[in-house]
Structures are given as C-alpha cells and as structure tokens.
C-alpha cells in the first residue's frame, strides 16, 4: 500500500527567506506526485503536479518540487517566501489504474511565517 | 466554469441525527471523491464515485457512512446516527475522466459539528 510521510509538522521561516518541506513516498510503481496548499478554513488548491518526464517540476506561485525517485521523495521548495504563504502544504500520492485520482496525503507541514 | 461546490460549508449535528453532504461537481466531471480531514490530520480517502456507481469504497466506515452520485443532481455523502468522532472537515474532489494524470479539484469542504 502507498503512503506519503511528511517529516514536518510544523516550519517556521523568516520573510524572504527560503523554504523548503519535506516529503517521503512509498508506492510499488511509478508515482504520481502531488503538493497542496490550505489556507486556514478553506479547501486544497493545487500547487504542483508530477507525473513524468523533467524531474523539477514548476508550480504556481513561485513553487517548485524535484522528483528524486532514488531518494523517494518529492521535496518542495520556494526561493523567497511571503506572508501570504502562510498555510498547511500537503504532499500526496496517487494511485494509478482503476483507482482513479485516488489520493494519498502526507500529514501535512503547518508553515508560519514570520515577518 | 465554476468549481467544485459543496454544502453547507458548516454543519452542526446533534448526536444521534443524520448529516447529508452534498457535492456538485465541476462542468464535465464525471468522476468524484470524497475524503475526511480529522483535526490536525491530513486527508483519508473515503470512496470514489462515478455517475451511478461505487467504484471504490474502500475508505469508508462500514457502518452509517454511504455515498451516491445518481445520474442527476450532486453527490451525497450520508452519515447515519453521527458521532463526536464523526465531527471532521469532509472534502469533495472531481475530475473529467479516470487515471491519475489528470488533476482532481477540490471543494471548499464542509465542516461537520457534532455535538
């Protein structure tokens, strides 16, 4: 069974400074990678998808993640982060085939930004 | 093209009673998802739905949790005698067809109280 582990529960990082979140997979073959973000009250909005070929990806609102298939993991990075990038950025994984978009979600990395 | 509509946003229960969550997915989407987001966790799959048919249900409680998504009108997701436990964000997600390389989109959620 797959499963996605996010490392960290909570990040907290400086306006302007970088940032970069963890994310840890476990699925069979080849993975569909997924990164959300929630703001506080509202639904995901997706930020980045992978599901083949260049393995840096480039997402919405300056984010970026790099598949490293050796490594299992599908980190996610923003160069310059804003206080509007205050939220819960959640990592998933989906299963192909009948399954559908069936996604699994990492628990999710709460950041604060600090001004 | 509106998004993925869900309501209510908010809903309070009393122990005991029945909550019905409803789901009107995106023009053109055929397929939908339901997922739970218990406090500070992030989301579980519930079960995937297509117009008429369970697809996989895999994530569901076995008992007084079902779903439908009849050829008319929105998906309902129906909890039976609810439970504090039960209290939770629930999120709908659609998508145009099957197969993870296509983007699932996410509703607002709706935010069930149980009380």
């Known amino acids: 069974a797959q499963s996605v582990t996010q490392p960290d529960i909570h990040i907290t990082v400086s306006e302007g400074a970088s940032l970069e979140l963890r994310c840890n997979y476990s699925?069979?073959?080849?993975?569909?990678l997924f990164w959300y973000v929630q703001s506080p009250g509202q639904g995901l909005q997706l930020l980045l998808k992978y599901f083949s070929g260049d393995t840096l990806v480039q997402g919405i609102k300056g984010f970026e993640a790099e598949f490293k298939r050796s490594q299992s993991s599908f980190n996610l990075r923003k160069p310059s982060v804003h206080w509007s990038d205050a939220a819960e950025y959640f990592c998933?994984?989906?299963?192909?085939?009948?399954?559908?978009?069936?996604?699994?979600f990492g628990g999710g990395t709460r950041v604060l930004v600090k001004p | 093209n509106a998004g993925v509509m869900q309501n209510p946003r908010h809903l309070v229960r009393r122990r005991g009673q029945e909550a019905r969550l409803r789901c009107s997915p995106m023009k053109g989407h055929s397929h939908v998802y339901w997922y739970r987001q218990l406090p500070e966790e992030g989301l579980k799959f519930m079960v995937y739905?297509?117009?008429?048919?369970?697809?996989?249900e895999s994530g569901m409680p076995k008992e007084r949790f079902s779903a439908e998504f009849p050829k008319e009108g929105p998906s309902i997701l129906r909890i039976q005698q609810v439970v504090r436990g039960d209290s939770a964000a629930y999120f709908c997600a659609s998508s145009p067809r099957q197969g993870t390389n296509t983007e699932a989109f996410f509703g607002q959620g709706t935010r069930l109280t149980v009380v």
């Open positions: 739905l297509q117009k008429e048919n369970i697809i996989d």
């Open positions: 699925y069979g073959a080849t993975p569909y």
């Open positions: 998933a994984v989906g299963a192909s085939g009948a399954a559908g978009n069936k996604l699994t």
